[in-house]
């Protein structure tokens, strides 16, 4: 499979514990962008990388959550003190180019629950 | 700042019926805009992108959209629905030329199909 792939797909935690997210995108893709998407809406966008650099944050990403990308390659998005409200699908996506107009690839997400 | 309404939050159709979507965005500039379709359990999948040029844009599964830039308007269209349609539809704009980086997602239309 030569797909964006996330790990894991699925993660329950209770409040106030740290959770790790990790994204492999696909093998050539030197942009990879992280979202957020909660029932009913459509993804949102929290952060962005070319290869190593991030480039861009959203304003409403807390500074609970930060991201890294250290080799270019596969990135993980952490969260610490989970809150309720972070309840969400995190979806990576990965394209190939500097323009932010090329086609993104989505991975499956990973659902995240907080109790 | 930009943004993207899809003014129908479910629609329902028979199967063979043909379909539209709406999506209106608002934005300084015509944009890069996308629709993109997301089934249970599957990440985002691209049906097709207009950058410039004709306005009437074919995409995959036989699915077509037409940009309108005097009603800022992007909607996709389907002569006859078949079952497998039955997903969430997300249309999403990107700055033209680098402006904006990052994608912004209207908040879907959930479509279902009716035997």
């Known amino acids: 499979d030569t797909g964006v792939s996330q790990d894991p797909r699925h993660k329950i935690t209770k409040r106030g514990q740290n959770v790790t997210f990790r994204c492999d995108p696909i093998s050539e893709h030197n942009r990879l962008y992280w979202y957020r998407q909660t029932l009913g809406q459509g993804p949102e966008f929290l952060t962005y990388f070319q290869n190593e650099a991030q480039l861009e944050k959203s304003r409403l990403l807390s500074d609970r959550f930060s991201a890294e990308r250290p080799k270019g390659s596969f990135s993980t998005l952490e969260i610490q003190r989970t809150e309720q409200g972070d309840s969400a699908m995190y979806l990576c996506a990965s394209s190939l180019g500097t323009s932010g107009n090329n086609e993104q690839f989505f991975g499956p997400g990973t659902r995240l629950t907080v109790l | 700042a930009q943004s993207v309404t899809q003014p129908d939050i479910h629609i329902t159709v028979s199967e063979g019926a043909s379909l539209e979507l709406r999506c209106n965005y608002s934005y300084g500039a015509t944009p890069y805009l996308f629709w993109y379709v997301q089934s249970p359990g599957q990440g985002l999948q691209l049906l097709l992108k207009y950058f410039s040029g004709d306005t009437l844009v074919q995409g995959i599964k036989g699915f077509e959209a037409e940009f309108k830039r005097s009603q800022s308007s992007f909607n996709l269209r389907k002569p006859s629905v078949h079952w497998s349609d039955a997903a969430e539809y997300f249309c999403?704009?990107?700055?033209?030329?680098?402006?904006?980086?990052?994608?912004?997602f209207g908040p879907g239309t959930r479509l279902s199909v009716l035997p």
């Open positions: 999403a704009v990107v700055g033209p030329n680098n402006y904006g980086q990052n994608f912004v």
